[in-house]
């Protein structure tokens, strides 16, 4: 398959899960899966899914502008980089994000997140 592909179809499937069951974000993430939110650390797919799940909102919705991809090393990773608005209820203002995922090859045909990284675009 084409990594642009790849990367859409990660990019969608990602957000949409995000925006509407966090939780299930959960098998996208393994123990040594690592996410730097807004400059916090955290390591595990636990501690991933439970800083995800304690933001201060519960529903969403991400807008993608772009989506960059890159092949990364010889096991067949990719390099993701998303950038794109977020809308959160109620809110008239839209949030700017910039996003990086690091996928690897799970061994059954998919990928997992092995590196996250997530910011604000402040203007």
């Keep these: ?4 592909q ?6 969608e499937h990602y957000y949409t899960i995000f925006d509407t069951n966090r ?5 996208l993430y393994q123990d ?5 939110f807004e400059g916090q650390k955290l390591q595990g797919g636990q501690a991933i899914v439970g800083k995800l799940t304690s933001l201060p ?3 969403c919705k991400h807008n993608v502008s772009t989506i960059d991809c890159q092949l990364s090393g010889p096991a067949g990773g990719m390099l993701v980089f998303v950038s794109g608005n ?6 008239d203002h839209l949030l700017k994000f910039s996003q990086m995922f690091h996928l690897l090859s799970n061994g ?7 590196n996250d990284i997530f910011r604000l675009n402040y203007a």
């Design 32 to 36: 040594g899966s690592m996410l730097t």
């Design 23 to 27: 939780p299930g974000l959960a098998s």
């Design 108 to 114: 059954q045909g998919s990928f997992y997140v092995h």
């Design 6 to 11: 790849i990367a859409k179809a990660f990019v």
């Design 57 to 59: 909102f519960q529903q």
């Design 86 to 91: 977020m809308q959160l209820p109620g809110e």
């Design 1 to 4: 398959m084409d990594p642009e």
